[in-house]
């Protein structure tokens, strides 16, 4: 789980972090969740936040990214859970540049999934493992 600068270190903190974690276990299952060390607060930036993803200095942003990209792999999670769309966007450039071999979902695609509701043109980026947990298809529904 990547605790997005925004909304925990330089707005409401720990305890929606906390809320995070809450809601991927939930969805997950808490025996799947493998958490970053440091983390909430402490939590190391993607480096692609507060613009720098647009910025234009892709070499920078990556060479940043790098601590986070090994905090990841050290977790030998299959998936890195983003709430924030830049973190989503910088951390899969970090696992195809630095060859992590790991997937990066959504928050929103979980849950989504969870519920059963995650259409198959959403799917796309998903591993082999997720594609077709629980498939709805809107365009078949009654």
């Given at each position: ?19 995070l974690?809450?809601?991927?276990k939930s969805?997950?299952?808490?025996e ?6 440091p983390n909430?607060s402490?939590?190391?930036c993607c480096?692609g936040?507060?613009?720098f993803l647009?910025?234009?200095?892709k070499d920078?942003?990556?060479a940043?990214g790098?601590t986070?990209d090994?905090q990841?792999?050290?977790t030998?999670a299959?998936y ?6 830049n973190?989503h ?5 970090l696992?195809e540049?630095?060859e992590?071999?790991?997937g ?6 979980l849950?989504?999934l969870?519920l059963?509701?995650?259409?198959p ?7 082999d493992?997720?594609k ?5 298809h ?5």
């Amino acid at each position: 789980m990547q605790d997005p600068c925004q909304i925990v270190r330089k707005s409401y903190g720990d305890a929606i972090a906390d809320d995070l974690r809450f809601v991927v276990k939930s969805v997950v299952g808490e025996e799947n969740f493998i958490d970053m060390h440091p983390n909430r607060s402490n939590n190391y930036c993607c480096g692609g936040g507060g613009g720098f993803l647009q910025s234009g200095f892709k070499d920078q942003r990556l060479a940043y990214g790098l601590t986070k990209d090994e905090q990841i792999k050290a977790t030998k999670a299959d998936y890195c859970i983003a709430a924030c769309h830049n973190c989503h966007a910088q951390i899969h450039e970090l696992s195809e540049h630095y060859e992590g071999h790991y997937g990066v979902v959504h928050l929103w695609t979980l849950i989504c999934l969870s519920l059963g509701i995650l259409g198959p043109n959403e799917r796309t980026y998903l591993g082999d493992d997720l594609k077709d947990i629980n498939v709805f298809h809107p365009e078949i529904a009654v």
